[in-house]
């Protein structure tokens, strides 16, 4: 299918889902991330803000482990049209953007490029970790900046089922999918 199909396709499934489901869902995930990576104090991890009313997986589960167990938390925030990777704590003062997205309310960049894992939204990802997004490409170019070890890491309620037929030169896959059942990996040797 086309991205175009599977975004639509993919936001409908998502916004069928009912908040206990987000919250149920989104724990699974944080537990399969946690028992597969096992991320320890003092790396790093670079993790959206979800969007609760995109019924996005909830992420704040994922930070408040985080912060409790000195593993280091960086945030994206959209900067001159591209993601800068801001470090957050829990005295980060927040504020909304200009579309109702929460953000730190510094710009300042933390110009780092050798995260552990950087964990990321997307709407669907096939069995190549080809992502969908929301259609920007701002998670592409953000990819292109980072060390070629770092972990690119999807999460998604959803498991794959139809390969992303559209798939551009400039498109970065993840190398793996966090689901509710499993944790798929594309190509990459531990």
Known sequence: MKKSELRALYLQKRKTLSQDEVLSFSNEIFL?????FQPKSGEKV???????????????????????????????KMVNNRIISI??????????NSWGIKEPKTNEDSSEKDFDFVITPLLYCDHHGNRVGYGKGFYDGFFENLEKEVKKIGVNFFPPKENVEDVFHKDVPVDYLVTPIEVLSFGISE
């Open 32 to 36: 399969n991330f946690i028992k597969t």
């Open 46 to 76: 670079h993790i959206f803000i979800s969007i609760e009313k995109f019924n996005e997986v909830d992420t704040i589960i994922f930070i408040k482990y985080f912060f409790e167990n000195g593993i280091r938390v960086f945030v994206p």
């Open 87 to 96: 470090e957050i704590s829990s005295q980060t003062v927040w504020e909304q």
